[in-house]
Every structure is written in structure tokens, then in C-alpha cells.
């Protein structure tokens, strides 16, 4: 039994991980959300391997998971966020980028979490103090640098109206100075504590988005620089810049300043 909620978020997110990998490469039934979107069997099998670590871990705590919904009701003091499978389009094209998401909120503050790689048997995680990587040799501190110059955007957003992300990616100025990347999975957001990337940035609104809450307290326990879209503090606006330093935070802003105005 795991006895930290640190300990509870590494063995819940590696569980649903241990799924996703066992299904990577097999033919998939596919169950349409959107014009853009599906979910497969492997998103809910996840998922229900997550929960079944957290109903046996903290049977008292209520959860949100991305295909099951939430349990509890709107004012309870803990609540799990559950990702199963962020990447499921690059998952079913057998694509290796892919992240299990689990995050604690606690009187609505997210500060312990973990995001495990089901491919490479990397867990990103958090206990709200520090952010660490987990694979074969064990854990390792997470030191974000912004050396590499790639920024992921996310460009997965709203039809019904303007979305920062495809805007940004084709700026010749960003381009001049960063190199943009797209992978469509919220790992990327976590390679920012790694120092994998320089940087992240999203539209949207991300108050306890299972998709992001894992991604963002690692970034934050690891010391990353985190606003919204405006520079602002995260949920005050829309949106998200993480930063691996000051330097590329600023110069993101300069770079998105522009667009969010023209939205």
C-alpha cells in the first residue's frame, strides 16, 4: 500500500502506462468524439487500471477521469484528475508519443502529480516540493533548460472559434529565433521540467483540465516559469507558457502578444 499521495499518483499513472504499452501496435476499435477525435478501448482499459489503484489507495477521495466523469460532488476537498491516454491519435497510429496523467487537486491547488511515458518507462513526478524522472536507474532531479530552442505548441483546440496555436507555429519571427513542434500529447509539457524543450504554450481555459494539471505541477515544482497567455498568473486569462527560464518566457510573450490581441 502506497502510504504518500506522491507514491499514489507514481502506482496509479505507471498502471494505466503498463496498458497503454501492452496495446501499443494492435489494431483498435475506435469510438468517434468528434470529427477529430476518438477515444479506443486502451483509453478506457487505462483508465480503469488508474482507478483501480486509487479506489484501493484512497477510497475516500473523489476523481475526475477523462471517459468515466467525476465522482463526488463540486466542493469535495481532494479530487483525483485522470488522463489515461494523452496522444490517443498518435497512439492508434502507432506513433511513441503518448503520457498517463494523474494529478491530486486539494482545495483546489494541484501540487502532487505524476505523468507516466507508457513507451520509454519514464514517470514525471511531483510531490508538490520538488520534480523528479523515474525510469530504470531511479529518480533524478528534473532541471529545465531552455538549450534545445524547441517550443511545443498545441495547436488541438475549439472549431467554433480562434485557437492561438496554428497562428503561432507559422510566425516567421518565432521561427527565426525557436523551433516549433507539434506532438499533440501533453508530454511535451512535462519534457519542459526535463529540459527537453525551452518551452510550452496552449490556449484554452485549464483549471483541473485532466490534461494538463499532472504537466503543470511537475513544471512548477521543478521551477519552470508558468503564466497564462498574457504573462499573468495561470487561470487568471486563458491559456498557458511554460518556460524553462526567464529569457524565453519574455520572448514568448513578445512572440504571442501580437496574436492573442488579433483573437
Known amino acids: ?13 505507471t498502471a494505466g502506462a503498463a496498458v497503454v504499452a501492452r496495446d501499443y501496435g494492435r489494431r483498435h476499435q475506435r469510438a468517434p468524439k468528434s470529427a477529430t477525435d ?8 487505462a483508465e480503469h487500471a488508474v482507478i483501480a489503484v486509487l479506489e484501493a489507495s484512497r477510497p475516500r477521495d473523489a476523481r475526475t477521469g477523462e471517459e ?8 469535495v476537498a481532494r479530487r483525483w484528475l485522470v488522463d489515461p491516454l494523452c496522444g490517443t491519435l498518435n497512439f492508434a ?9 494523474v494529478a491530486l487537486s486539494e482545495h483546489g491547488e494541484v501540487r ?13 513526478w511531483t510531490d ?17 533548460a531552455a538549450v534545445s530552442r524547441l517550443v511545443d505548441v498545441n495547436c488541438d483546440g475549439p472549431l467554433d472559434r480562434p485557437f ?14 525557436f523551433g516549433p513542434r507539434v506532438i499533440s500529447s501533453t508530454l511535451a509539457v512535462a519534457w519542459v521540467a526535463a529540459g527537453r524543450r ?26 519552470c516559469v508558468v503564466s497564462d497567455l498574457a504573462g499573468d498568473p495561470l487561470h487568471t486569462g486563458r491559456g498557458l507558457v511554460i518556460s524553462a527560464d526567464r529569457p524565453t518566457h519574455d520572448r514568448l510573450l513578445e512572440f504571442i502578444a501580437p496574436h492573442l490581441r488579433a483573437l
Request: net charge negative; glycine share 10%.
Open 93 to 101: 497510429a502507432t506513433t511513441p508519443l503518448a503520457v498517463v496523467n
Open 38 to 45: 476518438f477515444a479506443t478501448e486502451t483509453d478506457l482499459d
Open 164 to 177: 492561438l496555436g496554428g497562428q503561432l507555429v507559422a510566425d516567421p519571427r518565432l521561427r527565426s529565433v
Open 128 to 144: 508538490g516540493i520538488a520534480a523528479y524522472v523515474r525510469n530504470a536507474e531511479g529518480d533524478q532531479r528534473l532541471e529545465p
Open 198 to 223: 525551452a518551452a510550452y504554450v496552449t490556449d484554452g481555459q485549464l483549471r483541473d483540465n485532466v490534461h494538463f494539471a499532472a504537466g503543470i505541477a511537475i513544471c512548477t515544482a521543478a521551477r
Open 68 to 75: 468515466t466523469g467525476a465522482t463526488g460532488g463540486p466542493g
Open 1 to 13: 500500500m502506497q502510504t504518500t499521495d506522491a507514491e499514489v499518483a507514481v502506482a496509479a499513472a
Open 112 to 124: 502532487v502529480a505524476a505523468a507516466a511515458d507508457p513507451l520509454s518507462g519514464e514517470t514525471f
